[in-house]
């Protein structure tokens, strides 16, 4: 009798381990068909998320495939680049749509960003993992602890620099490529460090495959940047550190500005602008890319 | 033989108890390794609610368990073992990413299952100890003294466990523990192998075949630097204070808020990183003329304006202002360091990658906090240099808003005034934040205050700041600064282009040139607004100061000993502001830190409540004693709200007594549980009269509370000169009568219950927990609002509350029959 009663008991504790046990693995489960989806590349290093630290994960990105036989390449985009920038009428309306959200949300109206943006396949740059999501205006997690950002923060930034195609732009952190590929929308001089191996070693493939020709990477510490190509006119730093690297001060032309956003690990609280003028002097600005909120408001109730 | 039987029954009910608390503490210290401060109260209320939820489990199988108590006891513990083994390995397996929960619903799945995986070992935990309450009435004191006793040892035996252990080693140790606490409750030959198997199956599994791993977020410092392709790990130390990782690489740069026209090179520098996101920078240097890039930051303004000064600074780490106080060849350099193991690794394992700064001739390191280290000193000093003591990265994520510091306080400042030469300067500095900005605005509005407490009359000038893009540093003094030391500053900031905040004499001119900020309402274009100088202006300004205060959009009030929340910022009333000028981009923008626990302190709320209503709504058809609903809730709720309020709140004023974090959790933990197990134990002498006894219990919590509220701090004063240890006796006996007291409630609360409605007995076991997953997050809550004297308040009002309703329910004449 005794027995009996303990063999109810026992049933009466399992049932909520297995309960537990079954959400757990349809969570899994979920997370490797999430990951496993689209995952058709060649190169398919194996996706997984988060990234085990130590352990070297790359996240995978749809850039690192060919673009698939039903994508269309056109070419020249609107600024008349003679450079190969590549272009793809995939998921045109998509990007459509996130331009004209930066243009009547933030009130952001420099038409030649706005167009680079328009011409540049986010969703080539952003992992499988996040797809659904490329053209939401959000940062996004590109593995390593690292992000692609939000595109009006990218906008933002590339208006920020003033360019043309006589300027050469140095970019420390190439992450996913895809700051690098909207600033080849204006120049072919794009140069770009990145000092996390596995991702500088999948971002060249990418931006390889994808046939961005023009931009020149590099692995290695962007705190030197790249003396040898300097100096430069702009140079974009997309890492978070505690001071400006003297190095990459001194690399920037005079007239030239160098842009680093500020902030968490995924929202840009505030930019700093740092300008050089003719005579070598360096200001620097906090800019607030939100500011332009209450204006579009009041004008747009 | 019966007595053995139940001396090994009361030894496994604290060995469980121990355990349960030596997993929390363990628990907690592995999120915040792997995440942040943020998922602290999860653990926390993961366990507290399986307290909770094992109440409302027994009232259902109450009938079913109360025959079989023995067997089921020893089941709960089995299983408490089991779930905590595997529990740093489940944890591990979850992919949770907390950067991406605000956009990615399905992490919300995965932050469930991180609940779900705390939860259930607490569960277990919790069932096994109501088991035996409930089942074992008649001697519930005795249990429930074993219980707090157990607790109790169980704090002091986690802090000491890790320094032995790597927190996720503590899991296996606790299961281990747990097994020989099952083995003791088992009561046939079959559960005592059982009991043997799972024991030696943890040994061999867990130790020797898969050990369990610290997992780290793939966005803290920690995972960034070993990304770094030339990254050596050189040294892995851990603690109560913190996990230590010492990473080499020739790619680290630490210099913090640099001029922007700084060239001077950075000697090679090695990084200290705590738990995991902390980090400070080591430097490699012989001669201390090569540490001149240190000069280049706002830290170094002091040294310019004093000949050679003795100086105290606060936060040794990895000896980067020490090195700067080297440089600028000061006569004698005391740095105060307060973690052990920081001191070792700096002086003794990396003499050669710090330049061997802690052993330097001018140099003398001392183990101690700065607030209590300046009360035992009578020595004053040139200047006292308090750096940024926590990372860039975290400031700008703001997580240490829930954090409480009591270096920031205006009474901490005023101690620091104190301990200055007459012509001395206290130097502080601060990680700026922008939009709204707040951190900078703060440390100007305490030092200004602080002044002013101090009894000086002309503020402005006795005060300096300036500011790079990316530091503050405020300077005050007890005499006003001279002409010279004007002139210096001038120098200093135009020849590193650094912006002046204050001076005396300070033009509006001659702010906001080299860092531009802007008008929070127009966009980059439009006006330039020097924010920090005209913050200091309205701060100087008494007429100005109230409305400055109140129209701001942060809290930017000093921080104070009873409200020590230097860190915290949010205000309710600008949220809707914040939402209005931000629209969907306002969440970066406000410190997280305080929604997330009142968002905690609400999900407790409604699971409390769910889980309170629902046993109540099935026994209502069986429960005969219909008055004792109401009651049962008053007074279980009362007193589990009120033990947890107390016990924080004594915490809290401990901190500056004891002066060491981890000490004053240690000794107030094993104090009040302790003592309350004591009275837990005292209180079945009085079992024929309970209603009198708890009375007087209230009364006297309520009388010592109000005395300890009163004269706390002359009490305090009294015995502050004295060394550590006999401090720490004086905490313990200061805690001892109202500890005692509040032992007494319980276990005779639930002798009267299990009297007249006993079948309540396991719900009020579960309330009791609820009310203390509540009490947590509900105190930080009222702390960081009202202060913590207020939290005592309210605390001591409870116990005095619930033994007066208690006094005068009087449901039947039965209860009347009870007590006489």
């Known amino acids: 009798m005794q027995w009996k009663l303990r063999y109810k008991l026992v049933l009466v504790f399992i049932w909520p381990i297995l309960l537990l046990e079954l959400v757990f693995w349809l969570g899994l489960a979920g997370c490797k068909k999430e990951s496993s989806a689209p995952s058709k590349s060649p190169a398919s290093n194996e996706t997984k998320q988060p990234a085990e630290p130590n352990t070297v994960v790359i996240m995978e990105t749809a850039g690192q495939q060919k673009p698939t036989p039903g994508t269309t390449i056109i070419e020249p985009n609107s600024i008349g680049a003679k450079w190969s920038h590549p272009y793809s009428a995939e998921r045109l309306e998509e990007r459509h749509q996130m331009v004209r959200h930066i243009q009547y949300s933030y009130g952001f109206n420099n038409t030649e960003v706005l167009s680079a943006l328009e011409q540049v396949p986010r969703h080539w740059f952003v992992t499988v993992q996040e797809q659904k999501r490329a053209y939401a205006d959000m940062p996004l997690p590109i593995g390593h602890g690292q992000t692609i950002s939000q595109p009006f923060i990218v906008a933002y930034m590339t208006g920020l620099l003033d360019l043309n195609q006589n300027k050469k732009v140095l970019e420390v952190g190439t992450g996913s490529g895809y700051q690098a590929a909207v600033l080849t929308e204006f120049t072919p001089n794009v140069y770009s460090i990145e000092i996390i191996e596995p991702l500088a070693q999948a971002v060249t493939d990418r931006l390889e495959k994808l046939g961005y020709d023009t931009i020149e990477t590099m692995i290695g510490d962007g705190y030197w940047g790249w003396e040898d190509k300097g100096p430069f006119d702009a140079i974009v730093v997309t890492c978070a550190a505690d001071h400006i690297p003297p190095p990459l001060v001194k690399q920037l032309r005079p007239g030239g500005k160098m842009c680093i956003p500020v902030g968490g690990t995924f929202r840009v609280q505030h930019l700093m602008l740092i300008s050089k003028d003719q005579d070598g002097k360096v200001t620097s ?17 | 033989m019966q007595k053995i039987k139940t001396l090994y029954f009361t030894v496994a009910i604290a060995l469980v108890s121990a355990c349960a608390i030596t997993l929390e503490l363990a628990l907690m210290r592995y999120m915040l390794i792997a995440y942040w401060h943020h998922l602290y109260y999860l653990v926390i209320s993961a366990a507290l609610l399986g307290f909770g939820a094992s109440g409302t489990f027994l009232s259902f199988t109450r009938n079913w368990i109360q025959p079989r108590h023995e067997s089921a006891c020893w089941l709960f513990a089995i299983l408490f073992a089991l779930t905590t083994s595997v529990s740093f390995h489940l944890l591990s397996l979850i992919p949770l990413n907390m950067m991406h929960l605000a956009w990615n619903f399905g992490q919300i799945g995965y932050l469930l299952l991180q609940y779900i995986a705390l939860f259930v070992p607490f569960f277990f935990g919790a069932c096994c100890l109501g088991t035996a309450f409930i089942a074992k009435a008649s001697y519930i004191s005795r249990l429930y003294a074993a219980n707090m006793i157990g607790s109790g040892l169980g704090a002091v035996a986690a802090i000491g466990l890790m320094y032995l252990f790597a927190c996720e080693w503590l899991a296996v140790v606790v299961g281990v523990v747990l097994c020989v606490g099952s083995a003791l409750l088992a009561v046939n030959r079959r559960q005592l192998a059982l009991s043997t198997m799972l024991l030696v199956g943890i040994l061999i599994i867990l130790i020797g075949v898969y050990p369990p791993k610290q997992f780290v977020s793939q966005y803290k410092a920690l995972s960034y630097y070993r990304q770094l392709h030339d990254a050596k790990i050189l040294a892995h130390r851990y603690g109560p204070l913190g996990r230590i990782d010492v990473i080499n690489s020739n790619q680290i740069h630490l210099l913090p808020g640099r001029s922007l026209i700084g060239t001077k090179p950075i000697p090679a520098q090695t990084a200290m990183i705590i738990d995991g996101d902390s980090v400070s920078a080591m430097t490699r240097f012989g001669n201390p003329v090569e540490l001149a890039a240190f000069d280049e930051t706002t830290l170094a303004l002091p040294y310019h304006l004093l000949s050679k000064p003795v100086t105290l600074i606060v936060g040794a780490g990895g000896g980067f202002d020490i090195g700067l106080a080297l440089y600028h060849k000061c006569s004698k350099i005391i740095a105060l ?26 140099v003398e390191v001392v183990k101690a906090e700065a607030r209590g280290f300046m009360r035992q000193t009578s020595q004053k000093f040139d200047l006292i240099q308090i750096p940024p003591l926590d990372s860039f990265s975290s400031a700008a994520a703001g997580v240490h808003a829930l954090n409480e510091s009591y270096l920031y306080t205006t009474e ?33 509005a305490t030092a200004i205050e602080a002044l002013e407490h101090e009894g000086l009359t002309d503020i402005d000038s006795h005060l300096i700041a300036v500011r790079s893009w990316a530091t503050i540093t405020v300077m005050i003094s007890p005499s006003a600064f001279s002409v010279a030391q004007i002139e210096s500053v001038l120098n200093f900031c135009s020849r590193r ?21 802007h008008s929070s309402t127009e966009n980059f274009a439009g006006e330039q607004k020097a924010v920090y100088f005209e913050a200091a202006q309205q701060l100087l300004d008494l007429r100005q100061r109230k409305g400055f205060y109140t129209n701001h959009l942060c809290q930017v009030r000093p921080a104070t000993d009873d409200r020590p929340y230097f860190h915290d910022f949010f205000r309710w009333r600008s949220l809707k502001t914040l939402r209005q000028l931000l629209g969907d981009n306002w969440a970066p923008f406000i410190d997280w830190g305080y929604l997330l626990l009142v968002a905690a302190l609400i999900q407790s709320c409604i699971l409390a409540a769910l889980c309170i209503v629902l046993p109540l709504v099935c026994l209502r058809l069986k429960v005969g004693a219909k008055g004792y609903r109401l009651h049962t809730l008053v007074y279980f709720g009362g007193i589990g709200l009120a033990y947890m309020l107390l016990e924080i709140s004594f915490i809290q004023r401990l901190a500056l007594f004891l002066s060491h974090p981890v ?30 006894v708890i009375m007087i219990a209230g009364v006297g919590i309520f009388l010592i509370g109000i005395i300890y509220l009163l004269w706390w701090d002359e009490i305090i004063t009294v015995f502050q000169p004295w060394p550590w240890w006999p401090r ?71 116990y005095l509350a619930v033994a007066i309703s208690n006094c005068l329910f009087n449901p039947c004449q039965s209860s009347h029959s009870a007590d006489s």
């Open chain 2, 337 to 362: 360091e307060l973690n052990q193991q920081v001191i070792d690794l700096v002086r003794s394992v990396f003499p050669e990658l710090t330049g061997d700064v802690f052993s330097r001739d001018s």
């Open chain 2, 728 to 798: 720490c006796i004086v905490a313990l006996v200061l805690q001892a009568p109202l500890a005692f007291l509040m032992g007494i409630p319980f276990p005779l609360g639930l002798l009267l219950l299990s009297r007249h409605a006993p079948l309540l007995t396991p719900w009020a076991w579960g309330i009791n927990g609820f009310a203390s997953v509540i009490a947590t997050s509900l105190t930080v809550c009222i702390a960081i609002s009202f202060g913590h004297s207020v939290v005592l308040l309210i605390a001591i009002g409870l």
């Open chain 2, 412 to 444: 901490a400042l005023q101690l620091y005034i104190q301990h200055l030469q007459p012509k001395g300067i206290l130097c502080l500095t601060r990680w700026l934040r922008y939009w709204p900005e707040r951190d900078g605005i703060k440390l100007l």
């Open chain 2, 497 to 517: 282009h650094f912006d002046l905040v204050h001076y005396p004499g300070i033009t509006s001119d001659q702010a906001n040139q080299y860092h531009v900020l």
């Open chain 1, 285 to 301: 600005q906090s800019l607030m890319p939100v500011r332009f909120v209450p204006l579009v408001r009041s004008t747009n109730p």
């Open chain 2, 663 to 692: 000490a004053t959790v240690a000794v107030v933990l094993t104090g009040f549980l302790c003592f309350s197990g004591l009275g837990s134990y005292v209180s079945h002498r009085f079992s024929h009269q309970p209603r009198r």
